[in-house]
């Protein structure tokens, strides 16, 4: 295999382009595993620990479920400023079962089934929930039945489901 051509190559970083204390890059060699120079009493780095992320369905599910949920602690502290605190009580009544399906949205980076199982009853129950404040005109509105919908689609997909179980 021929030699690259040197002119492709980048040149090496110049500490003059630097911050003042700190070096150049250090590139990953034989005498440095992890690509930065050994620090006194610093622990090698796992290789062979996986970092798993969560998947965009059930990150995008649990923001849905708190969004909705601090809008119902919004609604009610408004309501209770506003017009008192029997109003306040109307419009929290409209969002328990949110304010439940946010509470489990916390717990979204657990594993177990029961979890997604949960959250996904709750979604549904907080879609029937929140559907008769539609006819009076009362908060969430077509918010709750919305997101609760989103949140349940989300949560009954395949990458869903495979972050939940082990």
């Keep these: 295999m021929p030699d690259p051509d040197p002119a492709a190559a980048p040149e090496p970083v110049a500490g003059r382009d630097l911050a003042?204390?700190?070096?150049?890059?250090?590139?990953?060699?034989?005498?440095?595993?992890?690509?930065?120079?050994?620090?006194?009493?610093?622990?090698?780095?796992?290789?062979?620990?996986?970092?798993?992320?969560?998947?965009?369905?059930?990150?995008?599910?649990?923001?849905?479920?708190?969004?909705?949920?601090?809008?119902?602690?919004?609604?009610?502290?408004?309501?209770?400023?506003?017009?008192?605190?029997?109003?306040?009580?109307?419009?929290?009544?409209?969002?328990?079962?949110?304010w439940a399906l946010g509470a489990v949205a916390l717990a979204f980076g657990a594993v177990g089934a029961s979890i997604r199982i949960g959250a996904v009853l709750l979604a549904i129950l907080n879609a029937l929930w929140t559907v008769p404040s539609i006819v009076v005109g009362r908060p969430p509105g077509w918010l709750g039945p919305v997101v609760s919908v989103l949140v349940a689609g989300l949560l009954l997909r395949r990458s869903a489901r495979d972050w939940f179980e082990p």
């Design 20 to 98: 003042p204390g700190t070096g150049p890059a250090v590139e990953p060699g034989p005498d440095h595993e992890s690509g930065r120079a050994s620090e006194p009493g610093a622990a090698a780095p796992a290789d062979d620990v996986a970092i798993c992320r969560m998947p965009f369905t059930v990150r995008a599910a649990q923001v849905l479920a708190l969004g909705l949920a601090l809008v119902g602690i919004g609604c009610t502290v408004t309501a209770g400023w506003l017009s008192g605190s029997h109003v306040a009580l109307i419009t929290g009544l409209s969002f328990i079962a949110s």
